[in-house]
């Protein structure tokens, strides 16, 4: 594998090396340095055209406790805002020799178009609607820690998965590794022809509350209402928010997970948030050994292995 | 060597680890991943008939210090597990057989980001020279001069000595 | 000084013969067996048919000379065999009064093929207020289109068309209801679902052609739908014009021969507007075109520099190459009888630009010398750095097709001759 530019890109072995590195690397986050010198003399570039605290910040811990050398290029401070192509910038960032490029953008396929145009290895960190890899891996990470496995387990995906990069590559990498999906949102927020997704669709959470393993939780924007998505906030919070009552209702090892960051009140209770079985900061501590094992494995590791 | 040779020298080398080191005292051992833990753990069970005493037993994988990375596919094969403090400690590494002695300079370098130990010390099975680096093992099963298109494969069953398939 | 176009097989309304053709003074001089020239053209193994018309071209200019140029645009043209394109009024300023109307024909003046030009239906293109269509249409405007957008207000096109109706002239629409289509970028469905890409559904067309047709039931004018892409839309037409409606429609060559699927690669070589759709709508293009509720093949012709192309999907603008290709495309994937295609490519988007008199007519003596001359068998690669527009952003790069023209001829002048052009 040279590039990660989408969950497909790894396949379900691919998937579990991601999880089989990433446990050592928890191992090597638990040392009094937690960090290693295997991408010594290696850089990795991260190109942000949009704004990210958690995905660039996690992405750049994940290099350092490699040892690899960090640049970071964003738009609020590079030449972007001046009108400079990507293709340009790219090509600017190029000949620095980085041997990794992290790139972010607002449009979906960015990420495939730079990797025709860099030698680097291209990681996807999100691209418009399209997909979020190593979010949807650290979050396979989470459940595999917590529940075991994924196979046959019940996710419930909730929310505005027509708009969400990260519901398509959780899609496709929960159900890779044997998970069934049931997309629940009001129908505006689904995608078309999503009865051509490997999921069962839903519309009401209540009805598949008491028997799922996990509700993964995505972000609802405001302007979904402007642009006459939903009706109200309040209407989707009735409808579709994980609210304490309904929390109650789960299995009690059942877990509440989201992407991050959440809407307090709007999509799930801040008190749901609190409890034992919501996974949010372990999501984040996730995210590191994670991106450390996507890095490893696409500078490192051997280039024919998955 | 036979499985019974095997066992005689690992024996001998506890013996030899006591005493070095006037006893157990602030004694623990750390097998390389993979092949050095089976023996880290028979030397214990060594220890621990002659003495008395177990020392605290680690486990350690070297594939992120390695020098070679990028010269050959590398992946990590067993976890990293030292479950026990070893600042001020003096630690056996234990390894099955050593060789251009990089494996074991990626070990002392991962070892230093668990802590500092007083002492270092290396005991292998087999020591089958071609050093490439200034090291030299504390306790030794056995010296096999060996060709550098050979290899060696030191197990509890025996030694072996193979040609090295290209 | 005549020229003669020897042993080639002639295709034209009439029907088909083997036939030399001689060319004097701009006309053909005479149409029959053994005939001598000045100068001599073979046509050995080809068809010589005429001269393609192109309801659909953007030249770019003015506004756009980075991607092409009237001068650019005419010689890919003649290279693709078309004697005359209508060029859209999407340019920087709008073909939306005289002025612009006849910069644009002074500029074709010199081109190597003739250019007419369209003009907007409404002031700038916005869709708010009728541009001048009188003035234009007494500089020879045939074509009214806002071309780049549909009118989204049924209001102002009913109004467009009964003032049109008076002109004898044709409302071109480009069917797209925008509040449909709102932020779209490639055809709605499974996948646009999957490449996360916001899509426009095959309805933001639909809608507009649906309406449409209701008004010309309601006016009496005539409308001509530009590059349909669905099959609903199609068969809407079709039963319109079942119906005894005065509804024509040209279909581009991507929407025949391209699916959606081409868009998984983010290449936005591959966006365009309406964009690329599923497998059966391609395949009701081509039924369309093959029982003639389409009534012609245009190109689309939409340049755009590098650059512009290499933005990302989203943000790059839509349109592909079309001119060279058009002939080699429809003889290669329609299936039909080469007359057939012929027909599509000449005299039925002729008649419908109004240019019946001067274009696509009988090839015989006293007519215009408009001549497009092509092997229907040798087979090529396309090449995007063999091209003679400015621009490179053709999605065929690299395809193997059937067909390509040896010889073309305007107004009595070989601007191609053995497949190169002749400045």
Redesign the interface.
């Known amino acids: 594998m040279r590039h990660l530019l989408s969950i497909s890109d790894l396949g379900v072995e691919g998937i579990e090396?991601v999880c089989r590195?990433a446990?050592?690397f928890t191992?090597?986050s638990q040392?009094?340095?937690?960090?290693?010198?295997?991408l010594r003399g290696k850089t990795v570039a991260t190109l942000f055209y949009e704004d990210s605290t958690r995905t660039r910040l996690s992405f750049e811990v994940a290099a350092r406790r490699?040892s690899a050398d960090v640049m970071g290029f964003s738009v609020s401070n590079s030449s972007v805002n001046k009108g400079e192509?990507?293709?340009d910038t790219v090509n600017t960032i190029s000949a620095m020799g980085p041997d990794a490029l992290v790139v972010r953008?607002?449009?979906?396929?960015?990420p495939?178009?730079v990797a025709a145009w860099t030698g680097a290895a291209v990681i996807n960190a999100g691209?418009?609607?399209?997909?979020h890899p190593t979010q949807a891996l650290l979050d396979c990470y989470t459940i595999r820690d917590r529940l075991g496995s994924l196979a046959g387990r019940r996710i419930v995906i909730l929310g505005d998965v027509k708009h969400s990069?990260v519901a398509?590559s959780c899609v496709r990498a929960f159900t890779a590794l044997g998970a069934k999906v049931t997309l629940v949102a009001p129908p505006t927020l689904l995608?078309?022809?999503?009865d051509?997704?490997p999921v069962d669709i839903g519309f009401s959470l209540d009805a598949v509350l008491t028997d799922c393993d996990v509700v993964y939780g995505l972000r609802v924007q405001n302007e979904r209402q402007s642009e006459a998505l939903l009706p109200s906030l309040r209407e989707y919070t009735a409808q579709w928010g994980l609210t304490v009552d309904r929390a109650a209702r789960m299995k009690p090892d059942a877990l509440v997970m989201h992407p991050g960051p959440v809407n307090r009140g709007v999509e799930i209770a801040p008190e749901v948030l609190d409890r034992p079985n919501a996974t949010l900061n372990e999501q984040v501590r996730h995210g590191v050994v994670v991106r450390m094992a996507v890095l490893?494995l696409l500078l490192?590791?051997?280039p024919?292995?998955p | 060597m036979e499985a019974e040779d095997i066992k005689r020298a690992v024996w001998r080398m506890a013996h030899e680890i006591i005493e070095r080191n006037h006893g157990l005292e602030g004694v623990a051992l750390v097998g390389l991943q993979t092949g050095g833990v089976w023996l880290a753990e028979d030397i214990a069970g060594a220890l621990l008939e002659i003495d008395g005493i177990k020392p605290p037993l680690g486990t350690l994988d070297v594939a992120f210090h390695r020098d070679d990375i990028g010269l050959r596919p590398l992946l990590p094969e067993a976890p990293t597990r030292i479950p026990f403090d070893f600042d001020g400690q003096a630690l056996v590494m234990v390894d099955d057989v050593l060789y251009t002695g990089r494996t074991i300079r990626a070990a002392l370098d991962a070892l230093s980001s668990y802590g500092r130990p007083r002492a270092v010390q290396l005991a292998v099975m087999v020591d089958r020279g071609h050093r490439e680096l200034p090291i030299r093992p504390d306790y030794v099963g056995k010296n096999l001069p060996t060709r550098r298109d050979e290899m060696v494969d030191a197990r509890r069953e025996g030694v072996d000595i193979g040609e090295l398939v290209k | 000084m005549s020229t003669v176009v020897k042993g080639g097989r002639v295709i034209d309304q009439i029907g088909e013969r083997v036939a030399d053709v001689v060319i004097a003074d701009g006309r053909i001089a005479a149409v029959g067996p053994d005939l001598a020239g000045d100068q001599v053209l073979d046509a050995s193994g080809c068809v010589v048919a005429p001269g393609f018309v192109d309801l659909h071209a953007h030249l770019r200019q003015p506004g756009a000379e980075e991607a092409e140029t009237i001068e650019t645009g005419g010689w890919a043209a003649v290279r693709g065999g078309f004697a005359a394109v209508v060029a859209m009024p999407n340019t920087n300023p709008p073909i939306d009064c005289a002025a612009v109307v006849r910069e644009v024909l002074a500029l074709g003046a010199t081109a190597p093929c003739d250019v007419y030009s369209s003009g907007a239906i409404t002031v700038g293109r916005k869709g708010e207020q009728l541009a001048p269509m009188a003035e234009m249409a007494a500089l020879g405007v045939r074509l009214f289109t806002d071309d780049g957008n549909g009118i989204q207000d049924a209001g102002l096109m009913r109004r467009a068309m009964e003032y049109a109706g008076g002109l004898g002239v044709v409302l071109a629409q480009h069917c797209e209801v925008d509040s449909v289509a709102a932020g779209g970028h490639m055809h709605e469905g499974e996948w646009s679902s999957l490449l996360g890409i916001p899509g426009v559904p095959a309805e933001a067309e639909e809608l507009m052609v649906m309406r449409d047709i209701a008004l010309s039931r309601l006016t009496g004018a005539p409308v001509h739908f530009q590059h349909l892409s669905t099959g609903g839309s199609i068969a809407m037409v079709r039963a319109a014009r079942g119906a005894g409606l005065a509804v024509t429609s040209e279909a581009a060559t991507h929407h025949f021969t391209l699916t959606d699927e081409a868009c998984a690669s983010y290449d936005p070589v591959f966006k365009v507007n309406p964009p690329l759709r599923p497998a059966d709508d391609r395949e009701a293009v081509k039924e369309g075109l093959a029982d003639g509720s389409v009534d012609a093949i245009a190109t689309d012709h939409a340049p755009h520099s590098p650059d512009a192309k290499e933005m990302p999907f989203e943000q790059a603008p839509p349109g592909m190459l079309g001119l060279e290709t058009a002939l080699a495309l429809g003889l290669t994937e329609l299936d039909l009888p080469v007359a057939e295609v012929v027909a599509l490519l000449s005299w039925r988007p002729a008649a419908i630009a109004g240019l019946a008199g001067i274009h696509g007519g009988p090839i015989a003596p006293d007519a215009p010398a408009n001549l497009c001359v092509f092997d229907p068998d040798e087979e090529w690669t396309v090449d995007p750095d063999n091209l003679a527009s400015r621009s490179r952003n053709t999605p065929y790069a690299g395809r193997r097709v059937r067909g390509r023209v040896r010889h073309t001829i305007v107004g009595g002048r070989p601007v191609v001759v053995d497949r190169e052009i002749r400045p």
């Open positions: 090396e590195l446990d050592h191992e090597v040392r009094s340095i937690p960090k290693v010198p295997a490699l192509s990507v293709r953008h607002r449009s979906a396929g960015v495939h178009q691209d418009g609607w399209h997909e990069r398509r995608p078309p022809a999503v051509s997704w490893y490192v590791a051997d024919n292995s």
